[in-house]
C-alpha cells in the first residue's frame, strides 16, 4: 500500500535547502542502486536453481519431468537431432533464462524465460504451463534449497550496515 508524506519547510537560505534536498537525492539514489544489488544477488540463486532444472529435468515436488512422446522421438531420431536431455534439443530454451531475466513488478520482481519460436509461438510459456500438445515440463520454479538460500541471503543482506 502507498504511503504519502507531506512536509514543510521553512528555509533560511536557499544553500541549506539545496543542500538538503542534493543529500536526499544521493541517499534515494544510493536506496535504489542497493535494490538492484539485491535483486542481482537473488538473480544468482534463481538462474542456479533453473539451470540445475534442466540439468535433473524435474518439476516441483521432485517427479521426473514427461518422457517425449514416441512419435515425436522418432520424428528426432529420424532428423538425426536426439538429444540427451528433454527440452535440449537445440539449447535454446535453456539459454534463453539468464541471471538478468528479470523485471520488476507491483508485487516484486519476476523472473522469466521468453524463449519463442522462429515463428513467435511462446515456446518456454507454453512448456512451463503445459497446454495444446505441449505437456507441462515446469522449470521456471524454486527449489526447497533455492527458496532457503534467498532467505539465509536476505537476511544477511538486511543485516548489512547501509
Known amino acids: 500500500m502507498p504511503t504519502s508524506v507531506s512536509a514543510?519547510?521553512?528555509i533560511r537560505n536557499a544553500k541549506g535547502a539545496k543542500k538538503f534536498f542534493d543529500d536526499f537525492k544521493?541517499?534515494?539514489?544510493e536506496i535504489e542502486k542497493k535494490d538492484l544489488d539485491y535483486v542481482r544477488l537473488l538473480s544468482a540463486i534463481?538462474?542456479?536453481?533453473?539451470?540445475k532444472h534442466f540439468e535433473e529435468e524435474r518439476k516441483p515436488g521432485g517427479g521426473r519431468w514427461q518422457k517425449w512422446s514416441n512419435s515425436y522421438?522418432?520424428?528426432?531420431?529420424?532428423?538425426?537431432?536426439?538429444?540427451?536431455?528433454i527440452l535440449q534439443t537445440t539449447g535454446r530454451l535453456r539459454q534463453s533464462?539468464?541471471?538478468?531475466?528479470?523485471?520488476r513488478t507491483k508485487d516484486g520482481v519476476l523472473w522469466y524465460n521468453n524463449a519463442q519460436t522462429f515463428?513467435?509461438?511462446?515456446?518456454?510459456?507454453a512448456h512451463d504451463e503445459g497446454g495444446g500438445k505441449l505437456?507441462?515440463?515446469?522449470?521456471m520454479y524454486l527449489s526447497k534449497k533455492a527458496s532457503d538460500?534467498?532467505?539465509?541471503?536476505?537476511?544477511?543482506?538486511?543485516?548489512k550496515p547501509t
Request: avoid cysteine.
Open 26 to 29: 544521493k541517499r534515494s539514489e
Open 73 to 85: 522421438r522418432e520424428m528426432l531420431i529420424r532428423q538425426n537431432r536426439l538429444p540427451k536431455k
Open 135 to 139: 505437456p507441462q515440463r515446469k522449470f
Open 46 to 51: 534463481v538462474f542456479k536453481d533453473v539451470m
Open 149 to 159: 538460500d534467498i532467505s539465509k541471503q536476505s537476511l544477511k543482506y538486511l543485516e
Open 119 to 125: 515463428k513467435g509461438f511462446p515456446y518456454a510459456a
Open 97 to 103: 533464462f539468464k541471471p538478468t531475466s528479470f523485471r
Open 8 to 10: 514543510k519547510f521553512y
